[in-house]
């Protein structure tokens, strides 16, 4: 059976672990490395991290995967990611982070969300019309001030300039994703955890009735694909700052709550 090798980074909120596995009749883990990063807590109950960090760390750590071991660079088939999931980074059109990406801690959004859906005829503190709606089309709501929309409304009401340069909104392993390959996607599952997600048979995608609900821009919502999905290819100049090489592909991974299930075993309902 021939060998194939792939790399896992798994991106937390002190640091990233990147894995290199073997896949033949079973996975086995080869080689493994760590490097931690800041969280930046502020004031005002923001909570924010450096994407510069995260890609340092993924570029450092990739390098020692290879240390000791006889598997090249050239030889690994894909890449992909396990992340954090409900962070929030704004791109511009060549993909950099127009502010520092907000982490899913961040508390800052209390008048947003106090406007967007804390208001009038509630049941459980959420207006009762957006509450039916939102449960209607997605199964859930977003009632919580660390929720990613708020979070965007935030940056839209207290940073007018860096809203008007974003291109794109992505998650944390989407704009990683992002530095591989140039390409802005969400998976399923990250695009689900924005509660901006039709999740009904036949309409899974963006919904555009939340969308106008909630006042999102749905241009600044990327392609969606499956987590099992191929996203792209290693551009030239990730590679060379990874230390792998140029066309590898680049699946897009899921975030970390939801791969607690596929770890487990649990990939079936019941």
């Known amino acids: 059976m021939t060998m194939i090798y792939v790399l896992a980074y798994d991106i937390g909120t002190t640091g990233v672990k990147t894995c290199l596995f073997r896949v033949d009749e079973t996975i086995s883990l080869i080689a493994s490395a760590s490097q931690g990063y800041p969280l930046y807590i502020l004031e005002d109950g923001g909570a924010e991290q450096d994407g510069d960090d995260w890609w340092n760390a993924m570029c450092e750590t990739t390098r020692k995967v290879f240390e000791g071991t006889s598997v090249k660079p050239e030889m690994v088939a894909g890449i992909s990611f396990c992340s ?110 924005t509660l901006l997600y039709d999740t009904r048979k036949g309409k899974e995608g963006w919904s555009r009735t939340l969308c106008k609900m909630f006042g999102i821009h749905m241009e600044h919502l990327p392609k969606i694909i499956k987590s099992s999905e191929q996203a792209g290819k290693l551009t030239r100049k990730a590679a060379q700052e990874l230390g792998l090489a140029e066309g590898t592909p680049v699946f897009g991974g899921g975030g970390d709550a939801s791969l607690i299930g596929v770890g487990s075993g649990c990939v079936h309902v019941g």
């Open 84 to 193: 954090q999931m409900q962070g929030i980074v704004l791109v511009d059109k060549e993909g950099k982070a127009v502010r520092r990406p907000m982490s899913y801690m961040d508390q800052r959004a209390k008048e947003e969300i106090r406007k967007g859906i804390a208001y009038g005829p509630q049941i459980a503190g959420a207006n009762v019309v957006k509450l039916l709606k939102s449960l209607q089309i997605t199964g859930a709501v977003s009632t919580s001030v660390k929720d990613p929309m708020w979070k965007y409304k935030w940056i839209e009401n207290h940073e007018p300039e860096n809203f008007k340069r974003a291109y794109k909104w992505l998650d944390v392993k989407e704009y990683l994703i992002c530095r591989c390959t140039g390409e802005c996607v969400m998976t399923e599952d990250s695009a689900f955890a």
